[in-house]
Nanobody, 115 residues
Framework: QVQLVESGGGLVQAGGSLRLSCAAS????????MGWYRQAPGKQRELVAI???????NYVDSVKGRFTVSRDNTMNTLYLQMNSLKPEDTAVYYC?????????WGQGTQVTVSS
């Protein structure tokens, strides 16, 4: 099993930055992939960024060039650096880990970007 705890959300003005963290309850060395998803009110949850165990990353087009996903295996932590934030980035952000054919989720952290 993997327990995930997100932190770092908050209220920020458009153009500002936030860094989200996701602490895992076990070593992430063997976790196949970890990623960040978000869900805005009235919308479906969408993938924002994903990073494989080898460090390969992928991003949804709307955040390319602004967000950076990274993982620190020594700290068992996943990060999402978000720069040049826009009001449309407002959502609850969830951490996800794919481990041994199962998918695990954190409780989510709210990010609100004011215009």
């Amino acid at each position: 099993q993997v327990q995930l705890v997100e932190s770092g959300g908050g209220l920020v003005q458009a153009g500002g930055s936030l860094r989200l963290s996701c602490a895992a309850s076990r070593s992430i060395d063997s976790i196949t992939a970890m990623g960040w998803y978000r869900q805005a009110p009235g919308k479906q949850r969408e993938l924002v960024a994903i990073i494989s165990s080898r460090g390969t990353t992928n991003y949804v087009d709307s955040v390319k060039g602004r967000f950076t996903v990274s993982r620190d295996n020594t700290m068992n932590t996943l990060y999402l650096q978000m720069n040049s934030l826009k009001p449309e980035d407002t959502a609850v952000y969830y951490c996800n880990a794919k481990y041994r054919l199962l998918s695990y989720w954190g409780q989510g952290t709210q990010v609100t970007v004011s215009s």
